[in-house]
């Protein structure tokens, strides 16, 4: 049994203790690739239903939560916690990155679905992961790297590190998903396409094999690495026939 089949088991044996048990089950947080396996399974899931969050809006990583209030009759809530790491004397510290933090967080033998996205303002981390480790983290997270660091409970992510996002126009060929991830990121044609090869491509959480699909508006686009658009359109067309399109960036 390869990975993707065992996920898929693994998501089929929950969304049925769910059903099952008329209560919410939840997985650890997932990555995009395999959100979107569990994405491509809605025919073969009970009818009570699913959904993912992961903290707060934008997120790349996420919980999935199995079962609904339809069905069930009372709302579920994620086991997610957010987490406020920063250095006990600033002016020491180091610059340190999203690598530097979850290499801290690993190396105290946690797996990698307990935490979520980790959010990086000057010195400071916000990190989400689940309920059950929260009290492990603030207790044992006391070094990232070189810099000695306080780990707490918070209950609100701070308006400097709220999700932000900004209008951004392009100009391309087509609204084909290559041609207008090419135009946002500036890469070449060939770059795009190993992209694609790599499975690096997202539309609206699912992995994107095709590039030639045409984008259509509200698509969500993901590539791996490079960041987050929501796509909205196009605005006109230069002298030259070019499309102005509309993007909306998450930054």
């Not at 203790?17 to 396996?37: D, H, I, M, P």
């Not at 699909?213 to 987050?228: M, Q």
Request: hydrophobic share 40%.
């Amino acid at each position: 049994m390869d990975d993707e089949q065992v996920l898929r088991k693994r998501f089929l044996d929950l969304a049925g203790k769910a059903y099952r048990q008329n209560n919410y089950c939840y997985t650890g947080f997932l990555s995009l690739a395999e959100q979107s396996v569990l994405r491509g399974m809605n025919r073969e899931l009970p009818s009570s239903g699913w959904r993912l969050f992961g903290g707060r809006e934008g997120c790349d990583r996420q919980m999935a939560e199995f079962g609904a209030e339809e069905a069930f009759g009372y709302s579920g809530e994620f086991p997610i916690a957010l987490l406020r790491v920063f250095p006990r004397q600033e002016k020491f510290a180091d610059t340190l990155t999203h690598r530097d933090f979850l290499g801290a967080i690993l190396n105290l033998g946690l797996e990698r679905d307990v935490i979520g996205d980790i959010i990086i303002k000057e010195k400071t981390a916000y990190i989400f992961c689940t309920e059950s480790m929260a009290s492990f983290l603030c207790e044992n997270l006391e070094r990232v790297k070189h810099t000695a660091v306080i780990c707490e409970r918070t209950e609100e992510m701070p308006k400097e590190a709220a999700v932000k996002k900004e209008e951004r126009f392009l100009l391309a060929a087509s609204e084909r998903a290559d041609v207008v991830i090419a135009a946002l990121y500036g890469k070449s044609r060939s770059q795009v396409l190993e992209l694609f090869r790599r499975k690096q491509v997202y539309i609206n959480g699912r992995e994107m094999e095709n590039p030639s699909y045409v984008l259509k508006i509200g698509d969500e686009v993901t590539v791996r690495g490079f960041g987050k658009a929501i796509y909205q359109g196009v605005e006109g067309e230069t002298r030259k026939g070019r499309s102005r399109i509309r993007m909306e960036v998450y930054i």
